[in-house]
């Protein structure tokens, strides 16, 4: 950013000013509103004038993003101001340890948003503190590709409840300090949104909220460097709408319209609707397959400079309009791509799927090398921003790994990929696993994994086989892998279910809409029978539950879990992955079933161990002895 952003932003104040002030009426948050706007609006402008600025019409344009922004501030309700006034104040509460989250269908969970007010105790007896609802807006009859398929950001689909519904429980979830994260689909609507139907008419205007062509000419220049996301579903980029006679860009599937926006009215467009959503009282906004949003012949249309800016264009008008609003980047893309996503002018917290795909590669290895290697050189983060750490989510498990971290320690990537796909659907001799295939490639032979995480941990076979110790070894493995996500720093994200160690769901076969579509194996209906069970500790649900509490009362009971530093090591021993928490506590994991021997003089070289030591979990002294001995899948959280 340079002087002719920060000149050019107080003209603009200065002209538009009298056109604002009657829509930001007169409040005690007027000044505030108004103190953002100096501070922001030359951020805003710089990255607008990076993509537009070579439109006649930009200042136009500017003056309808400010009418935007000042005119939501205005509707924005006064427990949301004090919000904004907290969350300025305290702008890094989500880095705190006691920064606990969980996902789920609203649907699935509890039927509706009402009823969801009656799981609000579940959610706290988890201490739960951001809470991340699955799709829940209008959508198409029969596949909407799992709710990404947005026909109206500002309905509540009728089976879920109103939009009066979710900002009733906006409101109760933060009375109990849970913030509510919902999805934001960035990149594309469905075809049923009023912008999509009003250019399906011929309006021109919203014709150019798309890419629409006349016929296979440009779409075929581009798909030379496409990518397929869906090759079984949905193959190719481009659908033909004969009531057009035009072809449309769709990604994903031929029902979800990818945006244009290279048309500045699809900026102000989308601004208004994440404006809308948090005068709701949602908080976070998942940013949904951003990597896709700028579209560029020659290129493969995925992680382009252009993106960056217009992410940070919107980040800097909300930052105006409702400071409470945080962006979180979903980008299954190389690690490096990932990271770039990442910070407080853009996306503050992001998905770390790299992690989530190593710690099921070291399962299935018993090696921690390349998780530990690629998190020594991708885990650390600028210090106003966090990961969201993740077993699973509703989406599948691609191994995103970066071929050039494996290449490093002798590992060919491809061919790793190809192991962990046999591994994880059970073709492997010896898996544990009980995986789906998910969009397998035949070109490319790219694959990637369906399944609930007990499932994949060897529960649902074990329990078939009925063999004690193997049951015991995948609820361990289960627990194992919570204990890595919640001490690693960031928000720990439980995918609701795992906690009970709920199993693959295969009933999705018998529904034609889902039949094809295997990730809704671990998209089951909440097993509330199961839940009750999940306190007795002689049951699996009641002993991962049990486990994965005691887990977050002792993240939340230290200093050392608040998010600054991580510093992974080797512990010379290639089954135990050991990380460093804030220079105040020691975590050590067994990837094995085989108990795993580790030295004392090892671990002093990466923490300056107190005289005293004690664990975490058990509360109990622990002197760490020259050589001792960790048993299968077990972990210590060990501190001064």
């Known amino acids: 950013m340079n002087d002719w952003a920060q000149q050019a932003a107080e003209l603009t104040i200065t002209r538009l000013l009298p056109r604002l002030e009657p829509l930001l009426k007169d409040d005690a948050h007027r000044e505030g509103f108004m103190r953002r706007l100096h501070m922001h609006l030359p951020r805003a402008l710089w990255h607008l004038h990076r993509i537009y600025g070579d439109q006649f019409d930009f200042f136009y344009h500017l003056e309808q993003l400010l009418h935007t922004a000042a005119s939501y501030h205005g509707e924005r309700r006064e427990a949301l101001k004090q919000l904004d006034a907290q969350r300025e104040a305290d702008p890094l509460w989500f880095k705190r340890e006691d920064a606990i989250g969980a996902v789920c269908y609203v649907d699935l969970f509890a039927g509706d948003l009402r009823r969801l007010h009656d799981k609000i105790d579940y959610f706290k007896s988890l201490k739960i503190r951001y809470l991340h609802l699955m799709p829940l807006f209008m959508t198409p009859e029969g596949n909407s590709d799992g709710g990404y398929a947005i026909s109206d950001f500002r309905q509540v689909h009728p089976d879920l409840g109103t939009m009066d519904d979710l900002r009733e429980l906006t409101d109760a ?135 960056h800016d217009i992410i940070r264009g919107l980040n800097a008008m909300v930052r105006i309009a409702a400071p409470a609003m945080l962006f979180k980047s979903e980008a299954i893309v190389h690690p490096d791509d990932v990271a770039s996503y990442i910070d407080w002018d853009e996306a503050p917290i992001s998905y770390n799927p790299t992690m989530m795909a190593l710690l099921w590669e070291a399962l299935a290895t018993r090696q921690v090398g390349l998780l530990r290697h690629s998190m020594t050189k991708r885990y650390e983060l600028p210090p106003d921003s966090a990961w969201v750490n993740y077993v699973r989510v509703h989406d599948d498990i691609g191994w995103s790994f970066a071929d050039e971290d494996a290449a490093e320690l002798g590992i060919n990537g491809f061919d790793h990929r190809q192991f962990l796909n ?133 993240r939340r009971a230290h ?82």
């Not at 659907?425 to 998910?438: N, Q, V």
């Not at 499932?455 to 074990?462: C, D, I, N, P, W």
């Not at 529904?511 to 094809?516: E, G, L, R, S, T």
């Open 422 to 554: 046999q591994f994880y659907t059970g073709r492997f001799d010896g898996s544990f696993a009980s995986g789906l295939p998910f969009n397998y490639n035949p070109i490319n032979r790219d694959m990637r994994i369906s399944g609930m995480c007990a499932s994949l941990a060897g529960l649902e076979r074990a329990e078939e086989s009925g063999d004690a110790e193997q049951i015991d070894h995948a609820i361990k493995r289960v627990i194992l892998l919570y204990s890595v996500i919640i001490a690693a720093g960031g928000i720990p994200l439980i995918y609701l279910g795992d906690e009970i160690a709920m199993l693959n769901d295969y009933s999705y076969r018998d529904d034609p809409v889902k039949a094809d579509d295997s990730r809704w194996v671990h998209r089951p209906r909440f097993d509330w029978e199961r839940a009750a069970g999940r306190h007795d500790t002689a049951t699996a649900q009641g002993r991962v539950f049990t486990a994965i509490r005691d887990l977050i009362d002792a």
């Open 173 to 307: 979830l933060r009375a109990e300090n849970i913030s509510v994260v919902l999805d934001f689909v960035f990149n594309h609507t469905s075809d049923e949104h009023i912008w999509a139907r009003k250019a399906l008419e011929g309006d021109p205007h919203y014709k150019r909220f798309f890419y629409m062509f006349p016929d296979r000419t440009i779409p075929d220049q581009y798909e030379l460097n496409l990518r397929e996301i869906f090759p079984e579903q949905a193959p190719g980029c481009f659908t033909y709408r004969a009531e057009v006679d035009q072809w449309v860009w769709t990604t994903f599937n031929n029902f979800q319209w990818d945006l244009n926006y290279g048309n500045p009215d699809v900026f102000n467009a989308m601004l208004g609707e994440m404006l809308f959503l948090a005068n709701q009282g949602v908080e976070v906004l998942r940013l949904d397959a951003v990597a896709f949003i700028w579209k560029q012949m020659g290129t493969p249309c995925e992680n382009l400079p252009q993106v």
């Open 559 to 640: 200093p050392a879990f608040s998010d600054h530093s991580t510093l992974f090591f080797d512990t010379q021993n290639e089954s135990v992955l050991g990380f460093v928490r804030n220079h105040r506590a020691m975590i050590l994991c067994n990837f094995s079933e085989q108990p795993q021997k580790l030295r004392r003089d090892v671990l002093a070289a990466y923490w300056n161990i107190p005289t005293a030591t004690r664990d975490l979990l058990t509360g109990e002294a622990f002197k760490i002895p020259n050589l001792f001995t960790l048993a299968p899948y077990d972990f210590l959280w060990l501190a001064d």
